[in-house]
């Protein structure tokens, strides 16, 4: 195993700069390997999941939302936060259901995102649902999502075009492509 301990940064300090509802904010001070003092600001996120739903017919359904820091709608897969005390296929079966309407059969766990790591804590677990069955969304209160369906080639070329910028989405299609290619496995689950 490698050693990293000429790596690791110390926490010395902490200051708390933000405790909202949702998103929390900090400052520490952490001593770096040369004993030189530093700080680092970061979000503190529950973390969260995406789910790439599989369609009988091999399509993928999308979700299109306006996201505010942006100033955009995004096409993505469904996600959401982890709520307290819910584990991570709780909240992928609650978000597909209530983002799309769908609920699925079977389910499969792809991996672990660290998609800010420089700045935020946020983990987003992948997963996959297939044998889908319709039904009506159940959005929260404030929440506008057109849902449709694509081909995996049609959010390839999105993405080849710079128009798919979601990075949970992208290396959710790239997770899809690379199991669909027989690369990557994914153990399926009732």
Excluded: S
């Excluded at 909202?20 to 999941?49: C, K, M, Q």
């Excluded at 609920?103 to 649902?129: G, L, P, Q, S």
């Amino acid at each position: 195993m490698d050693d990293h301990a000429h790596l690791i940064e110390q926490q010395v300090g902490r200051e708390v700069i933000l405790d909202g509802n949702f998103l929390h904010v900090r400052r520490d001070t952490v001593r770096l390997p040369t004993g030189e003092l530093a700080t680092r600001e970061y979000v503190v996120h529950p973390g969260a999941v995406m789910v790439v739903p599989l369609a009988d017919d091999g399509q993928l359904v999308v979700a299109r939302q306006w996201r505010h820091p942006l100033g955009r709608v995004l096409l993505e897969f469904p996600a959401g936060k982890i709520d307290a005390g819910e584990g991570a296929l709780a909240t992928a079966r609650r978000e597909l259901r209530e983002e799309t309407g769908y609920t699925a059969r079977e389910w499969a766990r792809a991996c672990v995102i660290h998609n800010a790591a420089a700045y935020a804590t946020e983990a987003i677990e992948i997963w996959f649902a297939r044998g889908l069955q319709a039904g009506a969304q159940q959005l929260d209160v404030g929440e506008h999502i057109d849902v449709g369906l694509m081909a995996a080639d049609e959010l390839d070329a999105l993405a080849a075009r710079g128009e798919l910028t979601d990075a949970k989405t992208l290396i959710g299609l790239l997770w899809l492509q690379r199991w669909r290619a027989g690369d990557w496995p994914l153990q399926w689950q009732a």
